[in-house]
């Protein structure tokens, strides 16, 4: 277990996301091994289905970086995406998996210190957990 | 005569009528009835049985009432239409004339959601309106509901109904009354009143429509016993507005529930002088040992005797 | 249209606990409306049934199929090859798709995979509440086009009743006072004169709903 690395998918709105990983990444922040990145154009471009499938096929967890309430360029793409989050977490719940394997978080386009730290965190809560259940 | 009740006979004699309510107990505890009716003994010309008020099971509202006949007093056997279908509902009229029982309130019931019995099955196969129709088809044209029965013998009750004038919309319930008058009802108990100028408007639309001519208007009073209870009606119980100036009274009061009997009396003497108002239905809920006081400091003692 | 809701995950884990392979066949029609068994809603609960399936070890095999309809024999019909090779057929249609399937699929348990709940109207996205319940004996015309049976928690034909309050219904108050609402309209309507006739009391039996099933037969269709 103390092996374990959770691979981690991390949906990322090229509003806000997708700029914070580049950023992340010229300051050569540490962030997990075993990361996914999947750019989007908007959050709410993200069906509840993906979510659902990424966890399926074997990702031990799954984020999203959406942009902050009031800021979603496409006006209410992000709350579109609250909302199913919120749905996917319930059915995970319903089926027994652990709710930490799904989660959004809201940031700005300069938040790549914000972005590495919110990654590693989740690996750190992972990584007890161990490998999904979907392997 | 109608039906040659103790009430109807009080109101054709020009007395200013009193009834007041008695709810059945939870179960058959006979006892329960004997002691409300010998609180009330006296003090009323007819007392309103209650039929699982709040959608919580008590004794049925006819076997209440047949016991309340054979205990020497007149009841007014109540009948909600939540709770059975028009066979059940004829046949208990049947059976209520047979027992004695000469006088029925036509409600439609509170939800059945309120009670203890919430995945009951709702039955409402009438409304208010369309059971006092009903009753008085029986009784003028000896008709069962569909007009194809004729009946054997004769359904001569006094028939009631309910009436809010503190619901909404309030442009609306006195034409709803009236249409109850059309309907066939012979008189309407009020739901509790506190706030006396919305009455007073309410029942000036019920002159000008004409209703008070054919129709008995009882008042309902119901004594406050604390404040704490003054607030909690104004609050959670739907249709009843309270104004602060009753609260407040209640609230400075040393004895709540001397000033509660004080505020009541007040309302039963202003309500005699509004124009159409034909007596009062004092609903004292679990109280009923004070309706004898209420009544006699009212100047309503003692009862008429009637033939 | 008819309005349904998913049955929780864990009563569906509870049905398909003894199979392994089982089609979910969700429809095109009502419950695609109010987002309960169309195409997407399968493939989002097969996905959370086979992730369920994955963490106890028994892995399920789920067909996903959505036709256009399932209440008509044309499309259930579309359905009797691949029924042939699932143990259990999970349908997320309405009652009628589900019963529709079980007459023409004999052999075939099929499962109830949501709560047929009421005929309603979408008032809002994500939002579906009650208008109709086929009683069979239509008197919108009388109410203002709105329905007391289906609105009214008592079904007052002559309402409103002692317990409406500020426009909204003394037993939930969310729910808007069907009586107000009739009374309003047909001010609005200059009918307020129409309320003060009694609407005589319903013919439940057989103009309506309460003399057994009913049945429509349009002789001129019949080939």
Known sequence: MSNFEPRIV?????????????MAKSLKLEMPSDLEFVPVPCSGRIETLQL??????????????????ENCRYLQGNRRLKGRVGYAKRL???????????DVFNLATNDGVKFAELLREKAEQLRPLGPSPGK | MKAGSNLEKAFAQGHF???????????????VVQRKVDFLRGCVDAVNVTDNQTAIVRMSSIATSALVVQMGMEPVMQMVTRDRNRIAMQSDLFGATALGIRNIVCLTGDHH??????NSKNVHDLDSVQLINMVKTMRDEKMLLGGEEKIEGDINMFIGGAANPFGDPFEFRALRTAKKAAAGVDFIQTQCIYDMERFKEWMKMIRDLGVHEKVHIMAGITPLKSAGMARYMAKNVSGITIPQAIIDRMAKAAKGAEEGIKICVEQIQEVREIEGVHGVHIMAIEWEQMIGRIVEQAGLLPRPQLE | MIKAEQKSIEKLLEYLAPYGKIMLAGCGACVTVCQAG??????????????????????????EVTPARQCEPEFALELADPIGKVEAVLSVSCGVGVQTLARHFPATMIFPGVNTKFLGETVAHGVWEERCQACGDCLLEKTAGICPIARCAKQLLNGPCGGSSQGKCEIKQETDCAWQLIYDRSK?????????????AKRWGVQSRDSGPRRIVREDLKV
């Open chain 1, 10 to 22: 991390a949906f990322c709105c090229e509003q806000s996301g997708v700029p914070a990983a580049e």
């Open chain 1, 52 to 69: 659902m499938k990424a966890l399926e096929s074997g990702a031990d967890g799954v984020v999203v970086f959406a942009c902050h309430e």
């Open chain 1, 92 to 102: 995970i719940a319903g089926i027994g998996w652990e709710k930490e394997r799904l």
């Open chain 2, 17 to 31: 009528a009193v009834t007041s309510e008695l709810g059945p107990p939870k179960g058959n505890d006979v006892g």
């Open chain 2, 113 to 118: 959601t309120f009670g203890n019995q919430v």
């Open chain 3, 38 to 63: 169309g195409e997407k809603d399968v493939a989002l609960l097969a996905s959370a049934l086979r992730m369920a399936r994955q963490k106890t070890g028994q892995p399920l095999e789920i067909l």
């Open chain 3, 188 to 200: 609005s309507l200059g009918r307020l004169h129409r309320l003060t006739e009694m609407i005589p």
